[in-house]
């Protein structure tokens, strides 16, 4: 299963170059997915372009409609890793884009 780059790592790049698209570090996967709503905007406000996670780590849920929708919020795109499995696919082309 491939790592998510650090936070650190994805900070610089993007400091070094502003202008290069950069998929969510691995503290911002869990800020997408736990932290309230107002921490995501602001100066707190995320600054990747894309989410590449898992659909689940271990008892984690990480891909939710909530998730999907703060990203495309922020606009930003959400690529969930292979799905070998037909009724977690169903499941999620059945989510919808809308935060509750």
């Given at each position: 299963m491939p790592r998510l780059l650090s936070?650190?790592?994805i900070s610089r790049v993007?400091?070094?170059?502003?202008?290069?698209?950069?998929?969510?570090?691995?503290?911002?996967?869990?800020m997408m997915r736990f932290a309230p709503s107002a921490l995501l905007r602001g100066r707190h406000r995320p600054?990747?372009?894309?989410?590449?996670?898992p659909a689940q780590k271990g008892a984690v849920t990480v891909v939710t409609p909530k998730v999907i929708a703060r990203?495309?919020?922020?606009?930003a795109q959400v690529h969930v890793w292979t799905i070998d499995d037909a009724a977690e696919m169903h499941g999620c082309l059945t989510w919808e884009?809308?935060?509750s």
């Open positions: 936070h650190a790592r993007r400091h070094i170059l502003p202008d290069v698209a950069t998929a969510a570090s691995s503290k911002e996967v869990v600054r990747f372009t894309c989410l590449q996670v990203a495309h919020a922020m606009g884009s809308t935060e």
